[in-house]
Each structure stands twice: as C-alpha cells, then as structure tokens.
C-alpha cells in the first residue's frame, strides 16, 4: 500500500515511511503524557513539565526524540534525570507506525492497526510500571477487534465459519492461560492477563493462537534470564546469581508485555512454532 500512495504522490518510499515515523513519534509523546496522567486524576490539559521541579517545558524542550537527546535526559533547570521511558515510547511508538504501515493493505486497516498497536503500547508501559492492566484498555482492545472482525465479514473478506473459528481459538487460547490462573491462584500470572488473552486471539487469528502462546513464553524465559539473573552488583565484580526466587516472573516483571510481543510476532513475522519444532 505506502508503495502505491508514494508512487501517486511522486515521492521516495523512505521519504513516506519517515513521515509516518514522525507523526509517531507525536503521537508517542502523548502517549506518555496520557500514561503517566492516566488513573491519577490529572486533566490531559495541563502544560508539561518537569516531575522533580515542576518547572514547565519550554517549546524547544518539547520535541520528540531530539529534546531528550539534546539535553542529555536530563532536566535544563534542576538537573534531574528525565526517565528513559519517554525517549523509548515515542522511538517504539514511530517504529510501530512504521510497521504497521508496511503490512496494511488499505488506509482502513492502517487506521485500525495504529489504534490496536497504541493501545497494545499503553498496556504494554502501564503493566510493567504498576503490574496490573486497566480494564478500560481492554475493552477498548475487544471494541476494536470486534468491529474490525465485523468488517471484514461484512466486506466478504472473513467467511462466517472462519470468523467462529477464530472466536473458538481466541477462547481456547484464553482458556489455557485461566488454567495456568486458576492452578497457580494468580502466582504465575493475573485475571488481567487472561482477559488481555482474548483479543490478542483474535489478532492472530486460529493458526495463531498456539504459535502466539509458545512465543509469549519464550519471549518471557528470554527476558527473565537477561535481566533478572543480575541480581546483585558489588563492587569491582558484577555476579550472576540465578534461583528460583530471583526468576519468579510475575513477582519481577509482569506478562502482558510478553503476549503482546509473542502477538507481535506471529502477526508482523509469521511466527510459526511448529514450524520451528519441525526445523529443530
């Protein structure tokens, strides 16, 4: 599709693809304003500024990306740092964009995909900070999955027995991680995360859920081995120390961000985990 509109529109497809890197990056830096605001009360109206000096931004300390580089992430009036959080959710924000826009096929599924992946970002941020996912986002996930699977049928796109298969799966998907809650009592993941399971089944589709559940968990191993595994850091030596404390997953970082990226790869990347079995 951007192959097509930038032929129409007499420009390089770089050219497009970094616009629309851009306008995401925009959009990334209210994303983070809507984050941190978000559940505390605070109007989306009031000016930025600074979280340790409360001093408002000046218009050249608004710029995605560049302002963070540019004061060196750290605030120009007390010298606080500013959190890292900011420069990668606007970078992510315009690299999703970007991906996005290289797998549509319409300006319709662009539109519903950039709203799928911002809200799958927001998730993504406000789990890992508070570990818990508001219920309000995935609603708002199940509202846009359900009307972009309506208009595909509709459209004749999905047929009425592939738009219940992919239901089934979704549910079955959904129902193997309330297994895992209900066995664990809610130690190896929340009621959230089973209720996030549903619409990321129905991204993926029934030839995906199970490719999307293994990679979840692998992505998850992953993480917890890289980052959780140091432990301690004393002086002049850094040490690994791994246990079975240490590497307790929801007790260190949260899961939904782990569906999201096993989601992420099978929809972007054809992930395919029994193809993988089969190679090994």
């Not at 497009?16 to 605070?42: A, D, E, P, Q």
């Not at 959080?85 to 606007?90: A, D, G, I, K, P």
């Not at 999703?96 to 549509?104: C, E, I, Q, T």
């Not at 959780?228 to 002086?235: A, H, K, P, S």
Request: proline share 3%.
């Amino acid at each position: 599709m951007i192959t097509e509109i930038a032929a129409e529109l007499f420009l390089p497809t770089w050219i497009l693809y970094l616009i629309i890197f851009l306008f995401g990056n925009i959009i990334g830096s209210f994303l983070n304003v809507y984050i941190y605001r978000f559940h505390t009360g605070k109007s989306l109206n009031g000016s930025s500024h600074c979280l340790s000096c409360a001093k408002p931004l000046r218009w050249y300390e608004l710029f995605p990306l560049l302002s963070y580089l540019g004061l060196r992430g750290r605030c120009c009036g007390c010298g606080c740092r500013i959190p890292a959080r900011y420069f990668v959710v606007e970078m992510l924000t315009g690299l999703l964009f970007v991906l996005g826009a290289s797998v549509a096929s319409d300006l319709v599924e662009l539109g519903w995909l950039i709203a799928m992946l911002v809200v799958l970002l927001i998730i993504t941020v406000y789990d890992y900070y508070h570990f818990i996912i508001p219920d309000e986002l995935t609603v708002a996930l199940m509202v846009l999955m359900s009307s972009w699977l309506a208009w595909q049928w509709w459209s004749g796109v999905l047929t009425t027995s592939g738009l219940l298969w992919t239901v089934g799966a979704a549910l079955a998907g959904t129902a193997f991680y309330f297994s895992l809650w209900a066995v664990s009592r809610g130690a190896w993941l929340g009621f959230g995360d089973v209720k996030l399971a549903i619409p990321l089944g129905l991204w993926v589709g029934p030839m995906g859920v199970f490719s999307s559940v293994v990679a979840s968990f692998w992505v998850g191993a992953i993480i917890s081995i890289l980052v959780l595994g140091w432990t301690r850091f004393e002086r002049g030596q850094k040490r690994l120390q791994l246990s079975s404390e240490t590497l307790t997953m929801k007790s260190a970082v949260p899961f939904a961000p782990f569906m999201i990226i096993g989601a992420g790869l099978v929809y972007f990347f054809n992930f395919n985990a029994l193809s993988f079995f089969s190679f090994i």
